[in-house]
């Protein structure tokens, strides 16, 4: 097969399955309306869960930090591209999340792909959430380590794999808040098993941090687990993007040896390193952002039990409802679109086949009333 008819096949199958990928560009796309073609729907699949992304004190501190520091960072941080700003806001993390050490991460997939790569050896065995984000899935996947994947939330699961025989170390991960479905995982008992396996426990609280728990401090905080790597991203309640890992003092001083996306890419812009330490108080401090989330969330799933679309147990902004199948799923965001709401289908291989849904995920920028025009729509799409 030559390479373009490698390509060319891969393409007809993606056709042929309902599943080929496009995107568009919006004219904006990130807050409360999303704006293409000069036409405006009301956005219900931005990750811009506390409405951060166009907070007046974060864009302000951006552009303040652009002006001290110019745009780019210069060069990787082991050269010359580690700032100030990035220090400052690497403590502030740390401080909040109570670790010794935190290291900013151009973003969430470059993090999860620096510390599985770093972390582990060809002897070793990854026991990972079967329905972890492909980040981690795809570094585990590429590691030299064996891969073994527990049954989604199942404790019994994951210790069956962990007590089986191995002559290497043993790395398990889950996420706080699972992104296709928004269930929360049982961290307090993957602690306990894997502290009992002598493993090492990594977190990947991309949806759960700033949304859940006091002051925004994530899935952990909220169950009281503190996992040897807890990986936080920007790129969904900061409004932003980049991510940190936080972890002990030996465990930094490792990385920073070793995570290769550290060492041979350039260090984040310090300006937007600026936005972040802004954005971090707000989380911080405008708990109403959080509480009218929390009050949207209610909101949606006390009306969409009207629907003959199946809710899923999420008590998060993630609020998937189950179509079946891709062109159901497709024909309904269709429907809705038309009608001026903006939702995505989610299709294999992102999701278990037969599953393919409308993704929807609340923020604290949409009104009771904007929730309320989406499920009369949905209604009218489904009756
Ligand atoms: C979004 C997401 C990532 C990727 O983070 P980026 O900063 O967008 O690269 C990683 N893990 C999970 C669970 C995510 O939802």
Redesign the pocket.
């Known amino acids: 097969m030559t390479w373009q008819q490698r390509i060319d096949s891969a393409l007809a199958w993606r056709r042929a399955s309902d599943s080929f990928r496009t995107r568009q560009a919006n004219q904006q796309g990130s807050g409360r309306y999303l704006i293409q073609n000069d036409t405006r729907y009301l956005n219900f699949s931005s990750n811009d869960y506390l409405g951060i992304s166009h907070h007046a004190e974060v864009v302000n501190a951006w552009q303040q930090g652009a002006e001290i520091y110019g745009i780019g960072s210069g060069g990787s941080g082991h050269v010359t591209g580690y700032h100030e700003a990035h220090q400052r806001f690497e403590q502030q993390l740390a401080d909040w999340l109570g670790y010794p050490r935190a290291l900013l991460f151009i973003?969430?997939?470059?993090a999860?792909q620096a510390l599985i790569a770093a972390l582990t050896e060809k002897s070793d065995r990854i026991v990972a959430d079967k329905l972890s984000?492909a980040?981690?899935l795809e570094a585990a996947m590429h590691s030299p380590a064996q891969l073994r994947r527990f049954a989604h939330n199942d404790i019994a699961s994951l210790q069956t794999l962990l007590a089986s025989q191995t002559d290497g170390q043993q790395l398990v991960i889950t996420?706080g808040i699972f992104?296709m479905d928004g269930d929360a995982a049982p961290l307090a008992e993957i602690a306990q098993a894997t502290r009992e396996a002598q493993g090492l426990l990594m977190v990947?609280d991309?949806?759960g941090i700033g949304v859940i728990g006091e002051e925004g401090r994530g899935s952990c905080y909220q169950q009281h687990v503190k996992p040897d790597l807890l990986v936080v991203?920007?790129?969904?309640a900061f409004g932003a993007?980049?991510?940190a890992v936080l972890c002990s003092e030996s465990m930094a001083d490792y990385l920073l040896q070793s995570a290769r996306h550290l060492i041979y890419s350039t260090a984040m812009p310090p300006a937007q390193a600026c936005a972040l330490s802004a954005a971090l108080n707000v989380i911080r401090s405008e708990d109403s952002r959080r509480t009218q989330l929390h009050a949207n969330i209610a909101h949606f799933r006390a009306g969409s039990a009207q629907l003959p679309l199946q809710l899923m147990a999420s008590q998060t902004a993630i609020q998937p409802l189950i179509v079946g199948g891709n062109q159901p799923a497709l024909n309904l965001a269709a429907t809705l679109r038309e009608r001026g709401f903006w939702l995505t289908a989610i299709r294999p291989p992102t999701v278990p086949a037969g599953t393919a849904r409308l993704r929807v995920t609340l923020t604290a920028s949409h009104t009771r009333e904007d929730i309320d025009k989406l499920l009369e729509a949905l209604y009218d799409a489904t009756r």
């Open positions: 973003s969430g997939f470059a999860n984000h980040s981690l996420e992104s990947d991309a949806h991203t920007f790129g969904k993007s980049g991510a």
